[in-house]
């Protein structure tokens, strides 16, 4: 059997090393990568022939496969050509006549893969910014009408990214969660402000009117592409686990878990803060209430996440100015 004619037939360049880098063979592909003749090099020192150096180049994967004996691949940027490499070294259990292990050493051209993922990332990241516009550019609006409910809105995202990290929620979620929160009242714009900035107690009819804002905040984001459920989360921020809540009266696994934390921050800070038709009830009457309904009304893994954190001072909700 001819090894090397077997090696020609490969398009990705392929080397026979030994432990000290030693060229024992190499195929016709290396010729057309490096412009080396496989017949000249062999026998000689890979680093220097291949890529021009005295020394292994630093992460080297002969060394480290070598060293621990296993198979080692590693992406490598090939400055003599201006090419992106997987570098993959194979050991095999032939030896040399000396005793040392003779390795495989492939090389895969991936510089066309490196760029479109460096594409990727770059449209990513304008994405995010994009998508941080718009949520900025909500809660703003938002603002302009309703200063009360735009402060809510952040300390209601700080709380719940808190809690979210507490119960070891994935990052991707809680960068959902984050979003929601800083806009889960959004539906609030098509209310009224008088009715927002009463002083006084809210009637009943006007009650039904701010409850309201939860489907009015899913009909406005349902039609944008997020990577999170936003829409959902912003309908659902009021529903309770015993199907009390509102705008569906859903029950407990019928609710999403991002938005059964959205609810417990939002009923914390709430209670917690002035409204103009109430002053603040305080912060232990809102924990008060947690610990009276978890399970209940509220998620009893959340509720005992936020509780934690309270007690325990790892959060505290920022000053009103």
């Keep these: 059997m001819d090894i090397q004619k077997i090696f020609d037939a490969f398009p990705n360049y392929i080397l026979l090393l030994d432990d000290n880098h030693r060229i024992l063979m190499a195929n016709t592909a290396i010729k057309d990568a490096l ?154 714009i098509t209310v009224p402000s008088e009715i927002l900035n009463k002083p006084g107690k809210i009637s009943m009819p006007e009650f039904e009117i701010i409850k309201t804002h939860c489907e009015t905040g899913y009909n406005i984001l349902k039609d944008i592409e997020f990577p999170w459920p936003i829409a959902t989360i912003i309908r659902q921020h009021h529903e309770r686990i015993d199907g009390s809540g509102y705008p569906r009266g859903l029950k407990d696994n019928e609710i999403i878990l991002e938005a059964k934390v959205i609810a417990v921050a939002d009923v914390v800070e709430a209670m917690s803060s002035h409204r103009p038709y109430r002053q603040a009830l305080g912060l232990k009457a809102a924990l008060d209430e947690l610990e009276d309904k978890k399970g209940i009304l509220y998620a009893q893994d959340v509720a005992d996440a936020c509780l934690h954190l309270f007690n325990s001072n790892k959060f505290t909700f920022e000053a009103i100015p």
């Design 35 to 188: 412009g080396v003749d496989p017949a000249e090099i062999k026998g000689g020192y890979c680093p220097k022939l291949v890529h021009g150096t005295e020394e292994p180049f630093p992460g080297c994967p002969l060394e480290e496969a070598v060293e621990k004996g296993v198979a080692v691949e590693r992406e490598i940027y090939e400055p003599t050509f201006g090419r992106w490499l997987l570098s993959a070294v194979y050991p095999t259990t032939m030896k040399t006549e000396t005793g040392q292990t003779i390795h495989v050493h492939v090389v895969y051209d991936i510089t066309d893969r490196k760029i479109a993922e460096e594409k990727l990332i770059e449209n990513y990241s304008k994405l995010e910014k994009m998508t941080e516009g718009v949520i900025q550019a909500l809660s703003l609006t938002l603002e302009s009408r309703d200063p009360y409910t735009a402060k809510h809105q952040m300390e209601v995202s700080r709380l719940a990214v808190a809690i979210a990290r507490k119960m070891n929620i994935d990052e991707d979620r809680l960068e959902g969660i984050r979003i929601a929160g800083l806009i889960h009242d959004i539906g609030k």
